[in-house]
């Protein structure tokens, strides 16, 4: 009998820009707009068998803008208000680090930083997840670098419906 690959593919998603507005380093939840379509397409991503998997550099930690545990804070709320709409987010991913962090601590090159695919190969890794089928979603050309390092396909979103778009992808797949 032939094995059949169990772990499911990645949806790798960017999140200021993608699932809420980038707003310039947003970190406090009473400031944060969601994307429209934001809850239809992580409910569509999950019946599709997606692991939605959030990959996002904060470089605002390194520049002393805010803190982890904000970040934490944010997440945390994300999540609920997602388990809210009877969606799913799988996982957190951010990098922290910048090369040019007035902290010392949070100094430095990171593969994890995209346009590097440190927190993608995390993720496939890890969780574990399948790299066939898996794909990213961001709004910079470093996202869809990021995800090409990685071996996946990149998805350059505009900024209008998330779930209008997330529909063509899988439609496309
Ligand atoms: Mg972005």
């Known amino acids: 009998m032939e094995m059949t690959d169990q772990r499911r593919p990645g949806a790798f998603l960017d999140r200021d820009g993608v699932l809420i507005e980038d707003t310039g380093y947003p970190h406090r939840i009473e400031e944060v707009r969601w994307i429209p379509g934001v809850m239809a397409a992580l409910r569509r991503l999950n019946a599709a ?3 939605v998997c959030i990959v996002t550099n904060q470089a605002g930690v390194a520049r002393g803008y805010y803190d982890e545990a904000a970040v934490g804070r944010l997440h945390h709320w994300m999540a609920n208000e997602a388990r809210a709409a009877g969606a799913r987010l799988d996982g957190f991913a951010y990098c922290p680090f910048h ?7 949070y100094r430095r090159e990171s593969p994890r930083r995209k346009p590097g695919p440190g927190m993608i190969e995390d993720w496939l890794a890890h969780f574990p997840l399948r790299r066939d089928g898996s ?5 910079r050309a470093t996202d869809l670098e990021a995800a090409a390092a990685a071996g996946i396909p990149g998805h350059l979103f505009p900024g209008d ?3 209008a778009f997330v ?3 899988l439609k496309g797949n």
């Open 49 to 51: 068998g997606f692991a």
């Open 99 to 105: 090369a040019a962090a007035e902290a010392p601590r």
């Open 167 to 169: 529909a063509a992808i």
């Open 161 to 163: 419906d998330l779930d």
């Open 135 to 139: 794909f990213l979603i961001g709004d």
